[in-house]
C-alpha cells in the first residue's frame, strides 16, 4: 500500500530532551516536506526537501532541523524541544511534477513539557 | 505575504443538501489549487485538485471551480452524507516558488442526517 509513515504516533517529552521524529513514504516521491497544525493557525510549513541532500526551510523552521540521506526517509530533529512546539506534525511526500498534491503521513501528536 | 483565506470556518448542512467552501488568494504566481479533507485523527487527503489553465473540475459529488481573475477558488459538494463530515482545507501553490504550499485556516463540515 502506498503511505507515508511516521513514528511515532504520540510523544511526550520534557524541554531540552533531543528527539527525533521518522517519516518514510513507499512512493519514490522525490518531495517530501514537514509541517505543524495548530487550533486557529492551520498547517504550517516547517522543512521540506526536493530530494536526496537538498533542503530547504518553510515558514516556521525555527528549532527544527531535518535531513534527507535517502530518498525514502526525512527525519524531523527537535535538538532541545520546549513547550511551544508542542503540536500534531505531519510528513508529507509528493512527485516533483508540479501540479501534484501532497500524500500525507498520519500525524504525531508532541507534547513537551 | 502571501496567504490564502477561507470561508466559512464552521458549516453545519442538513444530509442531502450542498455544501460550498469559499477560498481567496493573494499570490497571482499561483497555479496549482489543491483540496484536502482531514477526518478526526488522521492525515489530510487530498479530494481534488485543478490547475490555473481550467475554471471548473467535477469528480462525482466533488466540484471545484477557479476565477483567477478574482483569485477566488471554491469546493462544492452535492448530495451530502455523513461520511463527508472533516475538515476541509484549501492550499495554493506556485511553480515558481518550489514546494510553496500556502493552506488555508480550514472549514469544519457537518453533515446532519
Known amino acids: 500500500e502506498a503511505q507515508v509513515t511516521q513514528n511515532p504516533r504520540y510523544l511526550i517529552t520534557v524541554t531540552g530532551k533531543k528527539l527525533t521524529v521518522t517519516c518514510s513514504q513507499n512512493?519514490?516521491?522525490?518531495?517530501m516536506s514537514w509541517y505543524r497544525q495548530d487550533p486557529g493557525l492551520g498547517l504550517r510549513q516547517i522543512y521540506y526537501s526536493m530530494n536526496v541532500e537538498v533542503t530547504d526551510k518553510g515558514d516556521v523552521p525555527e528549532g527544527y532541523k531535518v535531513s534527507r540521506k535517502e530518498k525514502r526517509n526525512f527525519p524531523l530533529i527537535l535538538e532541545s524541544p520546549s513547550p511551544n512546539q508542542t503540536s500534531l506534525y505531519f510528513c508529507?511526500?509528493?512527485?516533483?511534477?508540479?501540479?501534484?498534491?501532497?500524500?500525507f503521513g498520519s500525524g504525531t501528536r508532541l507534547t513537551v513539557v | 505575504g502571501e496567504n490564502v483565506e477561507q470561508h466559512p470556518s464552521t458549516l453545519s448542512v442538513q444530509e442531502g443538501d450542498s455544501a460550498v467552501i469559499k477560498c481567496t488568494y493573494s499570490d497571482s504566481a499561483s497555479n496549482y489549487f489543491p483540496w484536502y479533507k482531514q477526518e478526526l485523527g488522521k492525515g489530510p487527503q487530498l479530494i481534488i485538485d485543478i490547475r490555473s489553465n481550467v475554471g471548473e473540475k467535477k469528480d462525482q459529488r466533488i466540484a471545484v471551480t477557479l476565477n483567477k481573475t478574482a483569485k477566488h477558488f471554491s469546493l462544492h459538494i452535492t448530495e451530502t452524507q455523513p461520511e463527508d463530515s472533516a475538515v476541509y482545507f484549501c492550499?495554493?501553490?506556485?511553480?515558481?516558488?518550489?514546494?510553496?504550499?500556502?493552506f488555508g485556516p480550514g472549514t469544519s463540515l457537518s453533515v446532519i442526517p
Open positions: 512512493m519514490n516521491h522525490e518531495y
Open positions: 492550499a495554493a501553490s506556485s511553480a515558481t516558488s518550489y514546494d510553496k504550499v500556502i
Open positions: 508529507a511526500s509528493r512527485p516533483a511534477s508540479s501540479g501534484y498534491g501532497y500524500t
